[in-house]
T-cell receptor, first 112, second 114 residues
Framework: QKEVEQNSGPLSVPEGAIASLNCTYS??????FFWYRQYSGKSPELIMS????GDKEDGRFTAQLNKASQYVSLLIRDSQPSDSATYLC????????????FGQGTELSVKP | KAGVTQTPRYLIKTRGQQVTLSCSPI?????VSWYQQTPGQGLQFLFE???????NKGNFPGRFSGRQFSNSRSEMNVSTLELGDSALYLC?????????????FGPGTRLTVL
């Protein structure tokens, strides 16, 4: 079992729709969770961080965390073609601060 | 505030050679982490440095090493290059590397081994 798993996609949604990206992790003691976006040929950039169970909203983005189910998700509302990118879920396991474990990423394509 | 910078941006080497990559963190950040990104394995953690000390290490062979200087700048070195070392090498910096800190990534160094 991989430490952090994501659906590889590609996930295709029409413009204006909600995109739902999912991630599961293996270490029950994990405390911090991050969603990064990576455009082709670019480096990852942070979208959201979440540390507590529940939802966290920032503009069109909502991160959801369920530690009991070891599940974290990212919802993108009103998806835009500019949201087309690979979305990376990252987990800080065992509270090893500077060490992030990444999922393989989900490629999102938003069609006009 | 300037972001994370990495030099060089592109590098071509041949098998058996060694290479040194450099990373300058965001001003004030003391933690620097290094990652290797390949199409097959994705983003994998190499090591993290804080206050000139390696604090965490990933599952890479000893050919991969690094260091951090007193100004928090970091270098990583790969000796005896193999074809499989071709990858995008990313460094990321954060304030202290605590589990709540956001890591900010540099643009990466694209290494090609021929």
């Amino acid at each position: 079992q991989k430490e952090v798993e994501q659906n590889s996609g590609p996930l295709s949604v029409p413009e204006g729709a909600i995109a739902s990206l999912n991630c599961t992790y293996s270490d029950r003691g994990s405390q911090s969770f991050f969603w990064y976006r990576q455009y082709s040929g670019k480096s990852p950039e942070l979208i959201m961080s979440i540390y507590s169970n529940g939802d966290k909203e920032d503009g069109r983005f909502t991160a959801q965390l369920n530690k009991a189910s070891q599940y974290v998700s990212l919802l993108i509302r009103d998806s835009q073609p500019s949201d087309s990118a690979t979305y990376l879920c990252a987990v800080n396991m065992n509270n090893q601060g500077g060490k992030l474990i990444f999922g393989q990423g989900t490629e999102l394509s938003v069609k006009p | 505030k300037a972001g994370v910078t990495q030099t060089p941006r592109y590098l071509i080497k041949t098998r058996g050679q060694q290479v040194t990559l450099s990373c300058s963190p965001i001003s004030g950040h003391r933690s620097v982490s290094w990652y290797q990104q390949t199409p097959g394995q994705g983003l994998q953690f190499l090591f993290e440095y804080f206050s000139e000390t390696q604090r965490n290490k990933g599952n890479f062979p000893g050919r991969f090493s690094g260091r951090q200087f007193s100004n928090s700048r970091s270098e990583m070195n790969v000796s005896t290059l193999e074809l499989g070392d071709s990858a995008l090498y990313l460094c990321a910096s954060s304030w202290t590397g605590s589990y709540t800190d956001t890591q900010y990534f540099g643009p990466g160094t694209r290494l090609t081994v021929l």
